[in-house]
């Protein structure tokens, strides 16, 4: 099998200084309609995707933070360790699957602005930062364009069960109100430490409830939240919207939960836990 140097606009990304183990990973430099600046998106193919054969494809999850996913030299505090995971997955008889990522960008506030639900946050220190929160901007980018780009360019599954979106922290309530926003195109959902709490609990579920959020309608969830010094603060809206679900219909075929009080706000948490949301996704 040869493996190509480029495919579309996407170059193979090689460094004799990396920690990803397995897989191959591509690069491209991308306009972005909701940013002002350039920004990578990254592609991870699985280490049993052929070049030559386009009968075999994959589903596809796209992750905010794609600087984060596999490469630790590349990563902003820490890596998701996502090739070993997908790795072990495979060995234990689940699905090989491609990750797409959007690197994030370099101001915070920018970050913040650009993942956060198109609903001004109710916490007066976030309002001070997200005073123009436009996250429908950044799902209508992947669902019209990102996606039928790398559906044209890679061997993917390209149904909504075959389609998932993730994502930590900002990147994390993304990742939830891409799921209840087009469930029509994303059937999975993993959101890690999603930043629920910026939200009053009362004005939080007002959302919810416009979007008539149901398993049948919207697929797999998976949400995790630990419970060490900073990530204390995502907790409580965090259970709540797991009970939320619960009682619209969601149980464990299609909603899971992990909660870990030992655990703090950073990637290290991120990666101990993917393997098990990815199995909700891919059983």
């Not at 690069?27 to 600046?37: A, C, N, R, V």
């Not at 699905?95 to 959007?102: D, E, L, N, Q, T």
């Not at 976030?126 to 950044?138: E, L, T, V």
């Not at 060490?228 to 709540?240: A, I, M, Q, S």
Request: hydrophobic share 35%.
């Amino acid at each position: 099998m040869k493996i190509p140097h480029k495919i579309g606009v996407f170059k193979r990304f090689l460094s004799e200084k990396t920690t990803m183990k397995y897989g191959y990973y591509f690069d491209g430099l991308f306009d972005l309609p909701f940013h002002k600046d350039k920004r990578h998106i990254r592609v991870w193919l699985p280490e049993d995707y052929d070049f030559d054969d386009p009968s075999k494809r994959f589903p596809v999850i796209y992750f905010s933070d794609g600087q984060n996913l596999v490469d630790r030299y590349l990563a902003a505090y820490g890596e998701w360790e996502l090739d070993r995971t997908a790795h072990k997955l495979k060995r234990e008889g689940y699905s090989s699957f491609i990750a797409v990522g959007i690197d994030c960008p370099i101001i915070p506030d920018d970050r913040s602005n650009e993942l956060n639900p198109p609903y001004p946050p109710n916490i007066p220190s976030a309002r001070r930062r997200i005073n123009h929160p436009h996250a429908d901007k950044y799902i209508d980018y992947i669902v019209g364009t990102l996606k039928p780009l790398i559906d044209k360019l890679f061997f993917t599954m390209k149904e909504k069960e075959a389609t998932g979106i993730g994502g930590s922290s900002m990147g994390g309530i993304m990742a939830f109100y891409a799921y209840i926003y087009r469930p029509d195109v994303f059937g999975y959902s993993l959101s890690f430490s999603p930043a629920f709490f910026f939200y009053h609990k009362r004005n939080w579920f007002k959302i919810l409830d416009k979007y008539d959020i149901n398993p049948e309608k919207n697929g797999k969830l998976f949400l995790y939240v630990g419970g060490k010094d900073f990530e204390k603060v995502f907790v409580k809206r965090t259970l709540e919207t797991f009970h939320y679900l619960e009682d619209r219909g969601f149980d464990q075929e299609n909603l899971g939960l992990i909660f870990d009080s030992r655990e703090p706000h950073h990637e290290k948490a991120w990666a101990k836990y993917l393997p098990e949301a990815l199995k909700l996704w891919l059983k």
